[in-house]
């Protein structure tokens, strides 16, 4: 049996295939995420650098539905959630949507108000 379904922009093919010898089930789940990575590119061409029309928000990548459904990712705490989304867009550019992103420090230029 085979089973397609999009969510989120990305395609899942679900086949499973019972051996009644046997008695064991063998399921395969099959994420493609080109459709993401075109659009992904597409939009870090675009002058606004990943900003809504207001300024309010940034969206600076998509990542796979897949990864953060991993158990281990699930068992990390909240920080340790965002540390690991961060490195993992520096380390996958194809995954973000901005050409770059913003770091923010104590000596790059910028000024934050709180």
Same mark, same amino acid.
């Not at 399921?27 to 061409?45: F, M, R």
């Given at each position: 049996? &085979?089973?397609?379904?999009?969510?989120?922009? =990305? $395609?899942? @093919? @679900?086949?499973? %295939?019972?051996?009644?010898? $046997?008695? *064991?089930? /063998?399921?395969? =789940? $099959?994420?493609? &995420?080109?459709?993401? #990575? =075109? !659009?992904?590119? /597409?939009?870090?061409?675009? /002058?606004?650098?990943?900003?809504?029309?207001?300024?309010?928000?940034?969206? &600076?990548?998509?990542?796979?539905?897949?990864? $953060?459904? %991993?158990?281990?990712?699930?068992?990390?705490?909240?920080?340790?959630? !965002?540390?690991? #989304?961060? @490195?993992? #867009?520096?380390?996958?550019? =194809?995954?973000?949507?901005? %050409? *770059?992103?913003?770091?923010?420090?104590?000596?790059?230029?910028?000024? #934050?108000?709180?």
């Amino acid at each position: 049996m &085979i089973k397609d379904q999009t969510f989120n922009g =990305e $395609t899942y @093919w @679900w086949d499973s %295939d019972y051996d009644p010898n $046997t008695g *064991k089930l /063998a399921y395969k =789940e $099959t994420h493609y &995420i080109g459709d993401i #990575l =075109e !659009q992904n590119a /597409a939009q870090q061409k675009e /002058a606004n650098n990943g900003f809504t029309p207001d300024r309010t928000m940034r969206m &600076i990548g998509r990542i796979p539905v897949a990864l $953060t459904m %991993d158990p281990d990712y699930k068992a990390l705490p909240e920080v340790g959630k !965002q540390l690991f #989304l961060r @490195w993992f #867009l520096e380390q996958h550019p =194809e995954c973000r949507t901005v %050409d *770059k992103l913003l770091h923010v420090g104590a000596n790059d230029g910028h000024i #934050l108000i709180k």
